[in-house]
Every structure is written in C-alpha cells, then in structure tokens.
C-alpha cells in the first residue's frame, strides 16, 4: 500500500499496525497533492510497478492543523496551498458555517471532502489512470480520529452529501 498523509499528523505506525503487508507513505501538507506539479504521476509511477503496489490509501486526520485552520481561521497556514486547496473546499461546501454541525463535526466532514478531492485528483493522474484501467490499482480514503482511535472509511463522494449531515457516531 502506498498512503497519502500529512506529514504533521504522525500516522505512520498507526497505519502499519492497522494494515497488513509492506507500506509506504507519501507526504504532502494537509495530505493534500499539488497537481501543478507534472512530475508527480511519473515519480510515483516506478514505486508502484517496482513494489506491485494494488492500493493507493488518502488518509486525513480530523486533528490536522490545516483543517483545523479552515475551520478556525488564522494567519499561520494562509500561504501554504494546502490550506488554499481546504479552503476553497470549505468555501464551495460552508463546512465552517454550517450552524448544525459542532467543531468535532466539521473537522471530520472537512477531512472526507478533502479525502474526496484528493481521489479523484489521484483517478485523474494519467499514469495512475492507466494503472487503474487495468484493474491493477484501487484507490481508498479513510478518516482518522484521535479521539476514539479509529479509521472510517469514507465511501461516498461530494455529490452524495449535499443535504447529508455527519452526525456523532
């Protein structure tokens, strides 16, 4: 498996001793991928045919700093893209100002909508569409929350939550 996280939150051994088998991690802030960057498919393209990775895992921590940022703003990410691409996020979808949804809440929806995001940018990377199309690679998200330790697949996406509502599980 090769993991998608934000350097900041520490989820390697979490993720190791959650998953079976050899893993490897990419980090980008705010587990967010920059796909300015041209390179990125060709430079992951190697490690998965060389390593026979067949799982492509994003993973987001409800405690990241730059969600966290998004829902309580401050000037200490504002530069950094990652909080730019989370913050377009919040403007499209109002997580930070829905009324119904408490802090807890709001962390765990802004991390499934950048879970979201963040697959179908990987589904778009040509090198890993190819891989894709060959049924030779899957492509997964979970959430990650502190507070109870757990993983929470996220298997819906943006157009399947207009009118839904995270609720406390």
Same mark, same amino acid.
């Given at each position: 498996r090769l993991f998608l996280i934000c350097p900041e939150c520490y989820l390697e051994e979490r993720l190791r001793r959650r998953f079976s088998g050899r893993s490897f991690f990419l980090k980008k802030l705010g587990a967010v991928l920059d796909l300015a960057d041209l390179s990125f498919g060709e430079s992951i393209q190697p490690l998965l045919k060389?390593?026979?990775?067949k799982e492509l895992v994003v993973v987001n921590d409800c405690a990241c700093s730059f969600l966290k940022n998004v829902i309580d703003p401050a000037e200490v990410y504002k530069d950094f893209y990652a909080f730019k691409v989370l913050n377009a996020l919040d403007s499209m979808y109002k997580i930070s100002q829905d009324p119904l949804l408490n802090k807890a809440q709001k962390l765990r929806r802004m991390a499934e909508i950048n879970i979201w995001e963040q697959m179908d940018n990987l589904?778009?990377?040509?090198?890993? /569409?190819?891989?894709?199309?060959? =049924?030779?690679?899957?492509?997964?998200?979970f959430v990650y929350d502190?507070? =109870?330790?757990?993983?929470?697949?996220?298997? /819906?996406?943006?157009?399947?939550?207009? =009118?839904l509502r995270i609720l406390s599980n």
């Open positions: 060389e390593e026979e990775i589904k778009h990377v040509l090198q890993i /569409s190819d891989l894709r199309e060959g =049924n030779k690679l899957f492509i997964r998200g502190r507070t =109870n330790n757990e993983l929470h697949e996220v298997k /819906s996406g943006p157009a399947d939550i207009s =009118n």
